[in-house]
T-cell receptor, first 115, second 111 residues
Framework: EPEVTQTPSHQVTQMGQEVILRCVPI?????FYWYRQILGQKVEFLVS????????KSEIFDDQFSVERPDGSNFTLKIRSTKLEDSAMYFC?????????????FGPGTRLTVL | SQQGEEDPQALSIQEGENATMNCSYK?????LQWYRQNSGRGLVHLIL?????REKHSGRLRVTLDTSKKSSSLLITASRAADTASYFC???????????FGGGTRLMVKP
C-alpha cells in the first residue's frame, strides 16, 4: 500500500541553524501538508501546498518557514534559523483531493530537536 | 472547548472490553476523521465520516457522528493490547485544506 515517507526520522540541530525536512508524498496525490506536534500537545497545521504554491498557512508558518517541491516526488520544509521552540515532531501529509474534504495520509514524522 | 476536543483524556480497560472515545467540535464540518498514534510514532488514518453520514463501521471500529450536537464517538469493540495508543479526532471543512485536531485520548488496554 502506498505511503508517505519522511527523512530523517530524527534531526538534532543547534539553535540558529537551518534545517530541511524531507517528505515523499503518495505518488498520485496533488495536495501536500506539513503539521507539527510539540511533545504532549495537539497536532497543529502549518501549511498546505497545491499546484506548486502555498494554498493555506497558519500563524505558526512565519517567514522562518518555507516549503518547496524541488522535483516530481519530494516535498520539503525548511526552517531558516531554528529556535528552541521549534523542537517538535513534524509530519508531512498528502491527499488526492482538497484537504478539508478528503483523507489526509500522514508520514511517520521527523523529530526535530533544537539545542 | 476548542475545535476537536476528545474525552476522556485517558482510558484504561481490560483486553476484550469495548472502548468508547468522544469528540466534540464547534464549527461546521465537511468530515470528521479519526487517527491513531502509537507512542512517538506517526498518525495512522482509521476512518473518515462525512457530515451527511451518521454511522460508519470498519472492522472492530464503529464511528458515529451527530452534527446537531457537534459530536462524534469512536467505539473499539473487543479491544486488544495492540490497540494501546492515542486516538485523535480531526475535522475538515469545505472552506480550507487543514485538518483541526483534538487533544487526543490515551487508551491503554491491559492484557
Amino acid at each position: 500500500e502506498p505511503e508517505v515517507t519522511q527523512t530523517p526520522s530524527h534531526q538534532v540541530t543547534q539553535m540558529g541553524q537551518e534545517v530541511i525536512l524531507r517528505c515523499v508524498p503518495i505518488s498520485n496525490h496533488l495536495y501536500f501538508y506539513w503539521y507539527r506536534q510539540i511533545l504532549g500537545q495537539k497536532v497543529e497545521f502549518l501549511v498546505s501546498f497545491y499546484n506548486n504554491e502555498i494554498s493555506e498557512k497558519s500563524e505558526i508558518f512565519d517567514d522562518q518557514f518555507s516549503v518547496e517541491r524541488p522535483d516530481g516526488s519530494n516535498f520539503t520544509l525548511k526552517i531558516r534559523s531554528t529556535k528552541l521552540e521549534d523542537s517538535a515532531m513534524y509530519f508531512c501529509a498528502s491527499s488526492e483531493l482538497q484537504g478539508g474534504t478528503d483523507t489526509q495520509y500522514f508520514g511517520p514524522g521527523t523529530r526535530l530537536t533544537v539545542l | 472547548s476548542q475545535q476537536g476536543e476528545e474525552d476522556p483524556q485517558a482510558l484504561s480497560i481490560q483486553e476484550g472490553e469495548n472502548a468508547t472515545m468522544n469528540c466534540s467540535y464547534k464549527t461546521s464540518i465537511n468530515n470528521l476523521q479519526w487517527y491513531r498514534q502509537n507512542s512517538g510514532r506517526g498518525l495512522v488514518h482509521l476512518i473518515l465520516i462525512r457530515s451527511n453520514e451518521r454511522e460508519k463501521h470498519s472492522g472492530r471500529l464503529r464511528v458515529t457522528l451527530d452534527t446537531s450536537k457537534k459530536s462524534s464517538s469512536l467505539l473499539i469493540t473487543a479491544s486488544r493490547a495492540a490497540d494501546t495508543a492515542s486516538y485523535f479526532c480531526a475535522t475538515g471543512s469545505n472552506a480550507g485544506n487543514m485538518l483541526t485536531f483534538g487533544g487526543g485520548t490515551r487508551l491503554m488496554v491491559k492484557p
